[in-house]
């Protein structure tokens, strides 16, 4: 069975382009001045607006306030809100409540104790995302190209739906999947010629992996 593939940071039509047609199943977009991903509400718009039904279009965001997330949603067709804060199960909740949106709570993981906060995350969002959790002197909370011990998921059963990401790339995706069993995973800096620059043929090397797990 092949993995759902998310490419996330996506910022320009070329490789937006190129993740819908080598057929990825969501598509990231990321609302986080601190990023080199970051897009304003009025970039995003015709990105977001030019992917085709049927792929999901996810919006990043790190504890965002409900104005903000106004603005983004009035300019983006978004389909599922992924958090990647401190956002608490009851802000996630509020959120779903407010928006009428899906939304996705990105977990950072380091040891198996960080594994104990995702039950309280299960009635409140649709998706769980497992990130490597950042340095100390990071100065965003993902796509910093790391991964975590994989073997912590491998015999877990989530009631969610879940992704992996952290530090993911076409060469150590099959381990990955293999070890973890995910059947979803995210990538960003994995198919990037340079931070916040990603790469057309990468992109389509790391979806045609995903295809063939």
């Not at 490789?15 to 601190?34: N, S």
């Not at 960080?114 to 909370?141: C, E, H, I, N, S």
């Not at 995973?185 to 992996?209: H, M, N, T, W």
Request: proline letters at 8%.
């Amino acid at each position: 069975m092949s993995v759902l593939a998310k490419i996330c940071g996506l910022s320009t039509a070329e490789t937006v382009a190129a993740a819908v047609q080598g057929g990825a199943a969501f598509t990231g977009f990321v609302f986080f001045p601190p990023s080199p991903r970051h897009l304003t509400p009025e970039q995003a718009g015709p990105l977001v607006s030019a992917v085709p039904a049927g792929v999901t279009r996810v919006g990043v965001f790190v504890d965002p306030s409900d104005e903000f997330l106004e603005k983004v949603l009035v300019k983006s067709p978004l389909d599922l809100l992924q958090l990647h804060g401190e956002e608490t199960p009851e802000r996630a909740a509020a959120i779903k409540r407010r928006f009428g949106k899906k939304v996705m709570k990105a977990i950072k993981v380091a040891s198996e104790a960080d594994l104990q906060r995702a039950p309280g995350y299960f009635a409140a969002v649709d998706w769980l995302m497992f990130d490597a959790r950042p340095p100390k002197d990071a100065t965003r909370p993902g796509g910093n190209a790391l991964a975590f011990d994989w073997e912590l998921l491998h015999r877990r059963n989530w009631p969610l739906p879940w992704m992996l990401s952290g530090g993911l790339n076409a060469q150590n995706l099959g381990e990955a999947a293999r070890i973890s069993h995910a059947t979803a995973v995210d990538v960003s800096s994995g198919v990037e010629s340079r931070p916040g620059a990603k790469d057309g043929a990468k992109i389509r090397e790391f979806l045609a992996q995903a295809k063939a797990i």
